[in-house]
């Protein structure tokens, strides 16, 4: 999924977990950046199979394995909430896209609910349609009513978990916003560059 709704689980994860261990703001925003900070490998996209940055092995279970073993040797639960955060967003990304799961994979594992089987075979045959690559991925994503369901609950859950357990935190809802309008705005880009394209 898009990184403000990794940002959204991250914060109700976060939220949940406040009332149990008092978090302050550093041990917070750990959290948080757990669930979306690995999709900045985006940026390492080149050294990824087939530039796909989810084949990078930032998007596997390993790091999460990692963090777990480091939480149960110092006994740190800010550090086992991290790993669930990290997992849960590896794992969601399998839904969508696929990822590289258990860092073995040649092509992106999981349901692949966005991409069907032959698509992603003839991935490039199907980019070289579009004008800039990216605006398959994100028209194909925003025309999906799960995925606008999906989006629209996690911001609800997140609302609400952040109101009633973490009230202290609740600027972190900026974070999101700027996520989301990053995400909305690159959207409405490319669909006008295609839409010329197009025409
Ligand atoms: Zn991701």
Known sequence: MHINSHCAVGIIIASIFH??????????????????????????????KDNNHRMLITHSIIPSIGLLILGLIILSP?????????????????????????GIHQKPFGPKFLITKEELDNLDEILSKYKIKKSFFDI??????????AEGLLFGAMLTSIILFAMEFSLFIILYL????????????LKKIEANHQS
């Open 19 to 48: 009332p149990i261990f008092n978090f302050d703001l550093f041990q917070f925003t750990a959290i948080v950046f757990a669930a979306f900070f690995m999709d900045f490998d985006v940026f390492l996209s080149k050294f990824a």
């Open 178 to 189: 700027l996520f989301l309008a990053f995400h909305i705005s690159g959207y409405l880009h």
């Open 140 to 149: 194909r994503y925003y025309s999906k009513v799960g995925v606008l369901i």
């Open 78 to 102: 800010v550090i086992l909430i991290c790993s669930l955060a990290y997992f849960i967003h590896v794992f969601v990304d399998c839904i969508d896209w696929g990822t590289n799961f258990l």
